[in-house]
């Protein structure tokens, strides 16, 4: 039972507040707590003043907690919304700061080419766009306002128990009831649906092409700004659909949910004001069950918000990938050392090569680049440039992919079979350098330059 409450996505969440914040996370909770709790004891001070009135007492001390309280209600709520936007905006640093290591640790490439960490790679890398959800920094005030809420019913339940045990059990658990008849209607539970992940990445591609400058000015250029804008709302029309689908009120459980909470809450008044009435408790204490038990009601409208549901499901995506890109991008070191070797010029042999699950993008392919010069790759997008350069760099030949182990990368004749990670990068990345152009014409081009060491002194890249 405990496993499954710390293996759920919310309790990650939360977790992760504290080690992103730990100053914020506590004065957030604190005020959380105390803004839930405010409601309950403002009934109390309420009654209290009432009392005070009809016995004729002095009314200081009951105005000036009445009056305290109503202050502290003004006052905290903008606090409180101020820190929910600095810890939103702190633990959305946080999680890119993990994923940003997660990625660039694993010596290899293999986990950013992985199709099972793709899902995870995009919900953990898009979350604070504002693409399927608002950003942390907005998220935080709307789960802070749900538990608030949720708190203020509870602590008014405890006080309308003190009239009756029976009467928080009936309004609590009619007001609670409702989460349950329109559990359908308050969180978008399917948003993980292949469906809506792909109108996610289609949404996001057509975003991407448009506010991005190499792919923009592209755009201007060849005409396609509108082909653009429209792709991206078609996209984005379609995630809407898709909400309102699975969110939209459905009628019966909307009619016993009214049903059900009008009945409670006849019995509960009209049993409250016949004991006013009859003298068997006093005015000021009906005034605060009633308050009480109007306080209850929050309940209702309490809880864990659909914004949490956004919310936390970048941060399990985090977690996730943390441990599971090292295996997948881990590289397979040899035992030679690359120390004294030439980087004078680059071929490759007999390479095959495919990424998990997908067909063959290399087969017995031959490449060799003489020192000075440059070379010129054209191809349409997913014709195996990219590969081409990995393996021109002994990374992707290196990964946990399908590859043909007659295959070689060679650095001025000397394999890097076998050659330490370590000292792998430090010689090829001063063989070769690559740029890449993106454009939306049907062909694309990547280009290899490689020079031997003597012309490389005084060009940096």
């Not at 702190?90 to 999680?95: D, K, P």
């Not at 499901?313 to 881990?330: D, S």
């Not at 030439?342 to 490759?348: D, E, F």
Request: aromatic share 8%.
């Amino acid at each position: 039972m405990l496993r499954r409450l710390t293996e759920r996505k919310e309790w990650k969440f939360f977790a992760v507040l504290p080690r992103a914040a730990p100053g914020l996370a506590v004065a957030w909770w604190a005020i959380l707590l105390l803004r839930g709790i405010l409601p309950a004891a403002f009934a109390i001070a309420m009654g209290v003043l009432v009392g005070a009135v009809q016995r004729g007492d002095s009314l200081a001390g009951s105005l000036a907690l009445a009056g305290t309280i109503f202050v502290l209600l003004q006052v905290l709520s903008p606090i409180h919304q101020a820190l929910s936007t600095n810890l939103g905006d702190r633990t959305a640093a946080w999680l890119y700061d993990r994923l940003t290591e997660a990625c660039v640790r694993p010596p290899g490439m293999g986990h950013l080419e992985d199709p099972t960490l793709t899902n995870d790679l995009t919900v953990a890398r898009d979350f604070d766009l504002g693409m399927t959800g608002p950003p942390l920094s907005i998220s935080m005030d709307f789960i802070a306002s749900g538990m608030v809420e949720m708190v203020g019913g509870v602590a008014s339940a405890i006080i309308l128990a003190r009239y009756a045990w029976w009467a928080p059990i009936v309004l609590a658990g009619a007001w609670l009831a409702t989460h349950w008849l329109l559990r359908e209607s308050a969180i978008w539970r399917d948003r993980n649906t292949e469906e809506v992940r792909g109108a996610q990445r289609d949404a996001d591609y057509a975003y991407r092409l448009a506010v991005d400058p190499p792919a923009s000015k592209e755009l201007r250029l060849f005409g396609l700004a509108r082909w653009t804008i429209d792709r991206f709302i078609a996209r984005r029309t379609r995630l809407h659909e898709l909400q309102y689908a699975a969110t939209r009120l459905r009628e019966r459980p909307v009619i016993w949910s009214m049903l059900l909470v009008i009945s409670a809450n006849v019995l509960v008044f009209w049993l409250v004001a016949s004991a006013a009435v009859h003298g068997r408790i006093s005015l000021g204490e009906a005034v605060v069950y009633v308050q009480s038990a109007v306080g209850v009601s929050m309940i209702a409208f309490g809880g864990f918000s659909w914004a949490l549901d956004g919310a936390a499901a970048p941060v399990a995506a985090v977690l996730r990938l943390e441990p599971a890109m090292r295996p997948a991008g881990a590289l397979r070191s040899g035992n030679r050392s690359a120390k004294a070797t030439p980087a004078h010029g680059i071929r490759l042999r007999d390479v095959t090569f495919a990424y998990p699950g997908g067909a063959a993008v290399l087969e017995h392919f031959d490449l060799t680049i003489p020192a000075g010069s440059s070379l010129a790759i054209v191809g349409q997008n997913g014709a195996g440039k990219t590969t081409i350069a990995s393996c021109c760099a002994g990374c992707t030949i290196r990964s946990p992919v399908r590859s043909k182990s007659t295959a070689s990368t060679f650095v001025s004749s000397i394999s890097l079979r076998g050659v330490r990670g370590s000292r792998l990068y430090s010689k090829t990345s001063s063989a070769w350098n690559c740029r890449c152009a993106i454009t939306l014409r049907r062909e694309a081009h990547q280009t290899i330059w490689c020079a031997p060491r003597s012309s490389r002194r005084g060009r940096r890249n």
